[in-house]
């Protein structure tokens, strides 16, 4: 069987990795964007089953990657260290996670969500 593909999109180095080890573990391919334009690139070229988007990253934020993902029907999470999340991205996000985040937790979201989906 082949393994679900996760995008993650994350500026901060260590919580990319420790979401990645997280994912990896729960049996998951991940891939890794650490902006906006990587993220872009990585979904011109492929078709992730679920994605993980750090709502601000750097001096921008997700809302395009975002977009692309649900326009594609692919399911996603948000977990943000901001206390205020824009509205738009808000409305298409299927959970919230809060930084700091459980990783492991993130992991069974998007496990649960995606044996929902098939």
Do not use: N, Y
């Amino acid at each position: 069987m082949t393994k679900q593909l996760v995008l993650i999109l994350e500026d901060e180095a260590m919580i990319a990795l420790d979401l990645e080890g997280a994912l990896k573990a729960a049996g998951f391919t991940v891939v890794l964007a650490s902006t906006r334009v990587e993220a872009e690139a990585i979904l011109a070229d492929h078709r992730p089953d679920a994605a993980v988007l750090d709502v601000q990253i750097g001096d921008d934020d997700c809302t395009s990657v975002a977009k692309a993902l649900t326009a594609r029907g692919v399911p996603f999470v948000l977990h943000t260290g901001r206390d205020v999340v824009d509205r738009e991205i808000f409305s298409i996000a299927v959970w919230i996670f809060a930084k700091p985040t459980d990783t492991r937790a993130i992991a069974q979201t998007l496990k649960s969500m995606l044996s929902e989906d098939g």
